[in-house]
T-cell receptor
Framework: GENVEQHPSTLSVQEGDSAVIKCTYS??????FPWYKQELGKRPQLIID?????GEKKDQRIAVTLNKTAKHFSLHITETQPEDSAVYFC??????????FGTGTSLTVIP | EAQVTQNPRYLITVTGKKLTVTCSQN?????MSWYRQDPGLGLRQIYY???????DKGDVPEGYKVSRKEKRNFPLILESPSPNQTSLYFC?????????????FGNGTRLTVT
């Protein structure tokens, strides 16, 4: 099966700085990579996703990059704000039917 | 409003007492799944269902059962709960797996087994 590793597990940044979270995956057949944000006490919600035929995708202050050769993908948040503080999960989906999630990154944006 | 509804939100029970957590979605999604979330372990899949009457084991199925008699409902059954099943549970659905559809999560059920 797939193995998704996520780093770092915790991340603190000053407001306005950038934050980067990295994930690696093991199954070269994986073809869909979503990122979820989970605020304290709430459900995970999709913030951005990327498919294997795309190298980069951007949505306002959030971007995701994918390197299929190296089997890693990253979430980039620019101009961070306190409301960006949350736990972020990456995931990989292969040709099977299972989502494999990373272990999460707790991001704290310091005002 | 399109949503995934789980009930109950909180549940405290004792070892061995059978319980069911319900999950319902109103988006006509084919794919439904259950996850448990534990500190440091992220989200781990328990069971999933590709469509009515089709269910498969995820990564941590031991001690759980599911059924998919109707497209909208996917209950999680713990026949004999144990303390190691104390966790936060999420039901999720997506339009159709294999087409890179994102998951929509319910609000979660926090289960405590004493």
């Amino acid at each position: 099966g797939e193995n998704v590793e996520q780093h770092p597990s915790t991340l603190s940044v000053q407001e306005g700085d950038s934050a980067v979270i990295k994930c690696t995956y093991s199954d070269s057949a994986s073809n869909y990579f979503p990122w979820y944000k989970q605020e304290l006490g709430k459900r995970p919600q999709l913030i951005i996703d990327i498919r294997s035929n795309v190298g980069e995708k951007k949505d306002q202050r959030i971007a995701v990059t994918l390197n299929k050769t190296a089997k890693h993908f990253s979430l980039h948040i620019t101009e961070t704000q306190p409301e960006d503080s949350a736990v972020y999960f990456c995931a990989a989906i292969n040709t099977g039917n299972q989502f494999y999630f990373g272990t999460g990154t707790s991001l704290t944006v310091i005002p | 409003e399109a949503q995934v509804t789980q009930n109950p939100r909180y549940l405290i029970t004792v070892t061995g007492k059978k319980l069911t957590v319900t999950c319902s979605q109103n988006m006509n999604h084919e794919y439904m799944s259950w996850y448990r979330q534990d500190p440091g372990l992220g989200l781990r899949q328990i069971y999933y269902s590709m469509n009515v009457e089709v269910t498969d084991k995820g990564d941590v199925p031991e001690g759980y059962k599911v059924s998919r008699k109707e497209k909208r409902n996917f209950p999680l059954i713990l026949e004999s709960p144990s303390p190691n099943q104390t966790s936060l549970y999420f039901c999720a659905s997506s339009f159709r797996q294999g087409l890179n559809s994102p998951l929509h999560f319910g609000n979660g059920t926090r289960l405590t087994v004493t």
